[in-house]
Each structure stands twice: as C-alpha cells, then as structure tokens.
C-alpha cells in the first residue's frame, strides 16, 4: 500500500511547500501529493487554490489578508516573482493546530521536483508524485487556462525530468484528463471524484479508462472496493487522517491513501 502525503506532510508542516515535501521524504512516504496552477508569465506553481488564500498566506509586507482581498490577488493574473514574494508558511492553518509556522513560498513545479529528487536520492529512495491540476470549466482564461495550453505547458515542465513513470496526473475537471490523455496516451491518470459524485457517473465522461480511482474516502464501501480492483484500477482514495478512518480504509484493501498525516499511517502498516 503507498503511504501518500497530501501536499506533502500538511498536518505537521506548511502544506505545498518545499519543507512539507522534504519532510514527508525524511519519514518515507511513497508518493508526496500536491496540486499545480498557473501564473501570469505561464509558469506552473505548486498551490491548491489559484490565488493567494488569507487562511495560509500573508502579504509580502506581512500583513493579513482580508476576506475580499485573497482572489484579488489572481494567480493566473500574477508574474511568478510577485507570487514568491507572498509568504504561505509562517500564519500557520487553523485548521492543523499542530502545524509548524515557517516562513516559505509557493515553488514552481520544476524546483519541487529537482528538491524532491535530490532528497529522494539522498536516502536512496524512490519517489512517485501525484499532481492534482486544478481547474474548472466555469474559471477558464479567469483563473486557469484553457485544458490544451495548460496540459502542454504542465508535460513540457516535467519532460526536463527522467521520472515520467513515477508520475501520475489527476484532476476533478474530466476535460483535462481527456485532453492529457490526447496530447500523451502513455501518461498514468487518476480521476478524481468528489463528495458528492459518483464515480461510474465520472467514468463515462471520460474518453478512456483511467489506470487510477481517487475517490472521496466514505464513497468506498467492501464491494465497490473489490468491484473496481477486478476491473484493473488501482485505488487511492482522499484524504483520510483520523486513525479510526485509517484503519477503516486499510481494511477494504485499497491500494494507496492519500493522507495529510503520513506518520499515522505508516504507524499502523509497518
């Protein structure tokens, strides 16, 4: 079973960050987990929303952000020098009590994966990374581009990298995966389904079959588990941090968990 952490180790460190993804390879996760926009100057930044959110970032004079400045401050309308100048570490989560406070930023894919190799190599490890691609039809040419130019650039970003077989693309928006599977058919594909969807109504909206579910957690049940591994997808359901869920999800045999405490469940597999 992989150990996944969800934008790398968030429950103990600024999530998306460098220092999140460093730390999740020191404990041993198998896969670190993170989502990717783009900026203004059509570079590819590691962040889960796709503007500068006031629950984890703060202004580079560091000062809050208030409820109506966050999408203000659009990061598909921001060159990526004036996005590193934000700092999406020290504020904390007040969701995650126990995260550490660090000052850091939100990198670019390419420095994630050139950090992340060199520290996967460092202890003689191998690393898979799961990318989320945000998107939505709804906030196309607003806050994300259009599926061709965005997947173009995205592949571009990591061909400079010898590790496409570690990686697996994901998104919520079907769109993008079909446009990812016409630009690249080898590439390995995760679709992605929320809370309230269910996953055979994703699936026939999909041009192709996915080697990957990933699946809102209490969506799974023993049969559908087992129903879909016959079929010959790999599962890895989102996002399971409380023990009593871990051990409830190891339980139905899926193949990996996406987690933003890595530590827990490596505790209760090993």
């Known amino acids: ?5 969800h934008r790398g180790f968030r429950g103990a460190y600024p999530e998306n960050t460098l220092i999140a993804f ?46 109506f400045e966050d999408q203000q401050y659009n990061l598909y309308k921001m060159p990526y020098d004036e996005i590193k100048a934000f700092d999406c570490g020290q504020k904390g989560n007040i969701k995650f009590l126990n995260q550490k406070s660090i000052p850091t930023y939100k990198p670019l894919l390419s420095e994630t994966i050139e950090v992340c190799e060199a520290n996967a190599a460092s202890l003689k490890s191998s690393l898979d990374y799961i990318i989320e691609i945000k998107s939505s039809f709804e906030d196309y040419e607003n806050f994300y581009p259009k599926p061709e130019r965005y997947v173009k650039t995205i ?48 699936l026939v909206q999909l041009n192709f079959t996915p080697e990957i579910l990933g699946p809102y957690f209490k969506l799974l049940t023993n049969d559908s588990v087992k ?39 490596m505790r209760l597999i090993q």
């Not at 962040?47 to 409820?67: A, D, V, Y």
């Open 155 to 202: 592949l571009k970003t990591l061909d400079a990298y010898s590790i496409n077989n570690r990686i697996v693309l994901k998104s919520f928006d079907v769109a993008v995966l079909n446009e990812i599977k016409r630009q690249r058919p080898s590439q390995k594909i995760s679709l992605l389904i929320n809370r309230k969807e269910s996953i055979e109504d994703q």
């Open 22 to 67: 460093t730390e999740a390879i020191k404990i041993g996760v198998h896969a670190i987990e993170f989502d990717v926009v783009m900026s203004g100057d059509g570079k590819i930044v590691v962040s889960h929303e796709p503007f500068m959110s006031r629950i984890t970032c703060l202004k580079p004079n560091g000062e809050e952000l208030t409820l």
């Open 1 to 5: 079973m992989k150990i996944i952490g």
């Open 227 to 265: 129903s879909y591994k016959n079929k010959g997808f790999l599962i890895y359901p989102w996002t399971v941090n409380k023990i009593s869920n871990l051990e409830t999800v190891i339980a139905l045999g899926v193949d990996g968990i996406i987690t933003d405490y890595p530590n827990r469940l």
